[in-house]
């Protein structure tokens, strides 16, 4: 349905309890089913708190949050999360396997969808180098492997979950180029056309996004695809440059 994915905010003001100044500023956006929206904006800018809010970790204390016309203050906590799937920034695995930490999202999972979404996650190589391969145990928090390789297990554990909305919370900058690359050049197909917001460090990761919303202190300053930005935000061509 075309109308598979839609997440609209207007007017959304959010501020920490007791903070003086709000973190998000009455930012209103669309992100269109089935496309890409990236964000990109300095640390501190309220980007993952943009996230945070689409998953109701926090409410908004003014403005509405929609998902296919639905707000998400009406949605059960099941709702949402059939709808919408994170890779947190500081992604966190359970005391398990890989198999068990993969299949966090969506329990039937075979191990045939477990291996396309390690692929697709470039986390292919790393499992099969394991011993036990898929069953090789990890520890609460995931300190047996490496951060770069947690990521990916957090990325293939989404891919396994198939919501209608992916968000990936700055998750390819720990790849090098290549491998971020690769793994996006993979993902349209293995997300299968779904709605994609990606939060990037680096302009090369979000150049082909279909929209690209430049955040500053919690206020949306610029908007639009790459070339558009490149001619009309000195942000993003301070981000750009930088
Ligand atoms: N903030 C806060 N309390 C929290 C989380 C954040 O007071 N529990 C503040 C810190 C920032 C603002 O909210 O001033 C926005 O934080 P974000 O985590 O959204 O910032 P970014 O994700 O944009 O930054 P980074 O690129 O470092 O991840
Ligand atoms: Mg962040």
Redesign the pocket.
């Known amino acids: 349905t075309p109308e598979r994915g839609r997440i609209e905010f207007s007017g959304v003001t959010f501020g ?1 309890p007791g ?1 003086e100044t709000p ?1 998000v500023k009455d930012a209103s956006f669309v992100v269109e089913p089935g496309k890409t929206t990236a964000i990109i ?1 300095s ?7 943009l996230l945070n809010l689409m998953l109701r970790l926090y409410d908004p204390q003014q403005g509405t949050i929609t998902i296919d016309g639905a707000p998400v203050s009406q949605l059960t906590r099941e709702q949402l999360a059939d709808a919408i799937g994170l890779v947190p ?1 500081r992604p966190y695995l359970f005391a398990g396997t890989i198999a068990s930490n993969l299949r966090f999202g969506r329990s039937g999972a075979t191990e045939e969808e477990l291996w396309e979404a390690l692929r697709v996650a470039q986390g292919e190589d790393f499992v099969k180098a394991k011993e036990l391969g898929l069953d090789e145990p990890v520890s609460q928090g995931g300190t047996s492997v490496s951060g770069g390789q947690r990521q990916r297990l957090s990325i293939a554990r989404l891919l396994v979950a198939r919501p209608k909305v992916y968000l990936f919370d ?1 998750s390819f900058s720990a790849l090098d180029v290549a491998t971020d690359a690769r793994l996006r050049a993979a993902l349209p197909e293995a997300t299968q056309g779904a709605t994609t917001i990606i939060v990037a460090q680096r302009v090369s990761t979000i150049t082909e996004a279909d929209q690209i919303l430049v955040i500053e202190a919690g206020e949306i300053v610029g908007r639009g695809t790459h070339d558009e930005l490149l001619a009309s935000s000195d942000v993003y061509q301070e981000i750009v440059r930088s």
């Open positions: 920490f903070a973190v904006g640390t501190g800018a309220g980007k993952t708190v920034q700055d």
